[in-house]
């Protein structure tokens, strides 16, 4: 049994990981690390084709001219979400060269990696280290998986890689276009999914790098989001992605009435608050809450005659929409949620690639989440200090990435839009499950039943004085919700075993998740 | 003799709802519940199935619940529908504590620009129903509930009557058609309902019945005093007797109209423009005037198109209705900012009384405003919108 320290936020965390020792995590902004970034091998040019064709025959020849070997390190990106076919061919490839016991380092998981299950009870996958989605949460929730989860935001997972917290051995790249020379496109080919930047740190420090395309281009295959420079091998197969399954045709918006709802009061705080002037900028996903109130602001900027001066994405044809438009100057791009998204990023100037290096990693000089006026995130439970979750549901499973999530905390303002119960869950707790996001970073949580300004946030009250919006407390949202569910749920069944922990954008040890003891199995 | 009866809904993809089977036990009652918050309300559950089953003196039946989320109000419901389909005879309900913080106020001339209808057997929809802020909210327990599901949905209503908060919106109950309404309204009336919708009227009679049943219940202390009555015409019988119907008794607050069944009952088809439903429409609204109620329109079924709903709302209006139906919370403001005055009008309102009230104190029977002439019925239409203004007022 590993040792365990109470940490800045009060969280007991453990201080080892996978047999490597960890810093508890000391309050945002605390931690000042020292020392030098990682660095892959050097390499010569002398060591690669001249002619610049590094186009390896198959998948298995190239790991095995990788060097793959038991215990290994193999990392993937997941702009191809559930319709990702490559990394089933890559575990297939290295279950065929007979190895073992890899760590498999992805930037996600979907439900499309449910069959890798299989693999880590074979022991051919020992554990994997990244955001465990659905299938493979559930999982590891059980205990199931060995080794342990490190939950780590894009942000972070960009800087463990840049501080040699991880170091990825083979870094499999799938891409939808690319030329023999390894330089990658995300705006090409059948599989096209927009920008590439969840691929960058891989592609930078992995000590092998080999991208797998369908489609293969004469050289020079352009954007390149991935620069052939980083790359050591090249494999074509017949198909890397699901086109269905990467990007939906259209995104289309939220029918539900509550989400909606929850949507419009967003918008209207961010209008009323002033957030919404000439020459601002905010972010948002493409969940049901955070495109409608893209949506509904882009309504309000309309009306208004407000500019914005850029707009961060997952872009979507709403957010395309804006810029065609003229109510914004540019869209930033860490990923494409849809065809006219794809589309905007290939053919329009304005609409910008970027890569969680620019946009999240907290160990760089700056980065750009920072700089937003505003940001609309989800959460799966928040308490009534603001503190949020992300990752697992008020029942303890594991189902959730944390994705951009803690990157964008850093927003000015950082507003999350949660129901205040679903079905008969109660989101807002007196302590949140898992803590993902420390409520000093939260300013503002929006509900169906009332808007909530953290006390830290006097000037939001102010600005906001008169307003007609439902101005309401945590604590008085959280007895209206607990009311209508029955009271205050139970707490869930957690055996001893720590099955991941959440990591922070310092790579501090910020909470711990438990195994779950399921129901039936009392 | 039957050993089991179920109630509520076994589909997996449902939500905040639950599917109950009881059973008549052969020793000792045990309960099987199966429950996607288990871990948050497994206890909890299996107390509420103990204490509900008590109060219907059904404490020997065995219970398998497979909850998908039910609120409390909901699962009582679907244990009580069981339990009565078993026990026809099962004369207690069991009901859940009444909400003390849903407030139920209305008044006869309040606004009526907007009434949800709620499925009456789709408990989903009730909970974050007011949070749309419609004028009022209809539970229905005709149309929208098949016939095999009308025992389930009554109790489900009631328990919802008690339990849940519309924020104020009017609470009001659709019933199925007399007779069979009148048991409705008689089980329901003393649950907080504010005013019941009588479908399909086509005789006075009918309103007078509710009426009676109304009076009664609240002389002999069942149902509060105020309890109104809004019948619906949607037949080619009910409106030739729009004006009969309007005026049968002092509860009626409002007369609705339906087009589906209107059109069909007269062999039309519905149409965007409603030409064929003018005639009607025109009765309805000359029904409620003369009886000093207000008209209330159909409503418009197309939730995605919303300039289609506002264009169609707006006809409504000038056509002389205070409000339509809504089937979706979407709706609700679009038709609201419909039936709000503009601030334009409300300046042009305000003139006109103002200008009306220096010409009376001066002894001036007329006056012009913006060179028009203002005398009395101006100076009506001018109150009322103000008042529709002073009452839109969030």
Not at chain 1, 30 to 48: E, F, K, L, V, W
Not at chain 1, 282 to 296: E, M, P
Not at chain 2, 258 to 269: F, P, W
Request: hydrophobic share 45%; glycine share 8%; charged share 20%.
């Amino acid at each position: 049994m590993m040792g365990t320290i109470e940490n800045a936020a009060g969280r007991r965390v453990p201080t080892e990981v996978n047999g490597k020792p960890v810093v508890p995590y000391q309050g945002v902004g605390c931690y000042m690390p020292t020392g030098r970034h990682a660095a892959p091998p050097i390499r010569s040019c002398a060591q690669y084709p001249a002619d610049g064709n590094k186009v390896a025959p198959s998948l298995v020849e190239a790991l095995r001219r990788a060097g793959l070997a038991d215990g290994m390190v193999i990392s993937s990106h997941h702009h191809f979400r559930d319709g990702d076919l490559l990394m089933p061919q890559v575990f297939a490839a290295a279950a065929e060269l007979g190895v073992r016991d890899l760590v498999w380092f992805p930037s996600a998981t979907f439900p499309c990696h449910e069959s890798f299950i299989a693999y880590l009870e074979s022991g051919l996958i020992h554990h994997i280290e990244g955001s465990l989605n659905g299938p493979l949460g559930r999982y590891a929730s059980q205990g199931k998986m060995a080794g342990q989860a490190v939950l780590r935001s894009h942000g972070g997972r960009y800087r463990a890689l840049q501080d040699g917290d991880v170091h990825v051995d083979i870094a499999v790249i799938a891409a939808p276009a690319a030329d023999a020379f390894g330089n990658c496109s995300g705006v090409l080919g059948r599989a096209a999914c927009g920008p590439l930047g969840f691929a960058l740190a891989d592609a930078q420090y992995a000590d092998h790098v080999i991208v797998v395309t369908d489609t293969l281009v004469p050289f020079p295959c352009v954007p390149w989001h991935i620069q052939g420079n980083l790359v050591d091998q090249v494999v074509l197969v017949e198909r890397v992605g699901d086109p269905d399954r990467i990007v939906s045709g259209t995104t289309r918006l939220t029918r539900s009435s509550d989400q909606l709802l929850i949507a419009e009061y967003a918008a209207r705080f961010v209008r009323d608050a002033g957030i919404m002037r000439p020459g601002f900028s905010f972010q948002a996903g493409a969940g049901g809450i955070s495109l409608a109130f893209t949506i509904f602001l882009g309504q309000m900027m309309r009306e208004a005659g407000v500019k914005a001066r850029f707009i961060r994405g997952g872009s979507t044809r709403y957010l395309v929409e804006l810029l065609e438009t003229g109510l914004t100057d540019y869209i930033l791009d860490g990923q494409s949620f849809d065809l006219e998204g794809v589309r905007s990023l290939r053919d329009n100037p304005a609409h910008l690639a970027t890569s969680p290096f620019t946009s999240y990693n907290y160990h760089g000089k700056g980065n750009f989440a920072s700089l937003l006026d505003c940001v609309v995130l989800g959460a799966t439970e928040v308490d009534v200090d603001f503190n949020a979750n992300v990752v697992t549901h008020s029942d303890g499973l594991l189902l959730h990435g944390i994705g951009g999530w803690q990157d964008a905390l850093f927003a000015r303002c950082t507003i999350l839009t949660v129901p205040s119960f679903r079905d008969r869950v109660p989101i807002i707790r007196d302590r949140v499950t898992t803590l993902c996001g420390p409520g000093e970073l939260v300013d503002v949580v929006v509900t169906e039943r009332g808007i909530a300004i953290n006390p830290r946030r006097q000037d939001l009250f102010a600005v906001l004085a008169g307003s007609s919006l439902p101005l309401r407390s945590l604590q008085e949202l959280k007895s209206e919700a607990e009311a209508i569910c029955g009271g205050p749920p139970a707490l869930p069944r957690t055996g001893e075993r720590t099955i991941g922990v959440v990591s922070w954008v310092d790579g501090t040890i910020l909470d711990r998740v438990q195994q779950v003891i399921a129901e039936g199995s009392k | 003799m039957q050993m089991t009866a179920s109630a509520g809904v076994r589909d997996p993809g449902a939500r905040s709802d639950c599917w109950v089977e009881v059973s008549q036990a052969p020793d000792l009652p045990q309960h099987r519940v199966t429950s996607k918050v288990a871990a948050l309300y497994g206890d909890a559950i299996h107390a509420l199935i103990g204490s509900t089953l008590e109060a219907l003196a059904a404490a020997d039946l065995s219970a398998t619940v497979e909850d998908r989320g039910a609120l409390p109000f909901t699962l009582m419901a679907r244990l009580e529908a069981a339990v009565r389909r078993l026990r026809p005879d099962t004369s207690r309900p069991a009901l859940p504590p009444l909400n003390p913080a849903a407030q139920r106020v209305t008044q006869r001339d309040r606004l009526r620009r907007t009434r949800l209808y709620l499925p009456g057997n789709a408990p989903k929809f009730f909970i974050n129903a007011g949070l749309h802020r419609p004028d009022a909210i209809i539970l229905d327990l005709e149309d929208s509930v098949p016939p095999a599901e009308k025992d389930a949905a009554a109790i489900l209503v009631r328990n919802a009557l008690r339990a849940v908060d519309f924020y104020g919106a009017e609470v009001t109950v659709r019933v199925n058609s007399l007779p069979a309404g009148l048991a409705e309204i008689a089980m329901l009336a003393p649950h907080g309902v504010q005013a019941f919708l009588l479908p399909k009227v086509e005789d006075p009679d009918e309103v007078i019945a509710a009426d009676r049943l109304l009076a009664e219940m609240a002389e002999s202390g069942q149902a509060p005093e105020t309890i109104y009555l809004i019948p619906i015409i949607e037949t080619a019988r009910g409106a030739l007797q729009a004006w009969p119907i309007a005026s049968a008794s002092p509860r009626v607050v409002a007369l609705a109209i339906g087009l589906e069944d209107y059109t069909r009952d007269i062999g039309a088809q519905r149409t965007p423009e409603g030409r064929e439903s003018l005639w009607a429409r025109s009765q309805v609204i000359n029904a409620a005037r003369a009886a000093g109620v207000q008209p209330i329109s159909s409503v418009y079924s197309d939730v995605d198109d919303v300039a289609g709903l506002a264009a169609w709302a707006e006809a409504e209006r000038k056509l002389g209705f205070d409000g339509v139906g809504c089937i979706h919370p979407r709706q609700v403001r679009v038709v609201h900012q419909v039936f709000t005055p503009s601030a334009a009008e409300v300046e042009q309102a305000r003139r006109i009384v103002d200008a009306f009230a220096v010409a009376q104190a001066t002894g001036l029977g007329v006056v012009a405003v913006d060179g028009k002439m203002v005398d009395a019925p101006v100076v009506e239409r001018a109150r009322r919108t103000l008042r529709l203004w002073e009452l839109s007022r969030p």
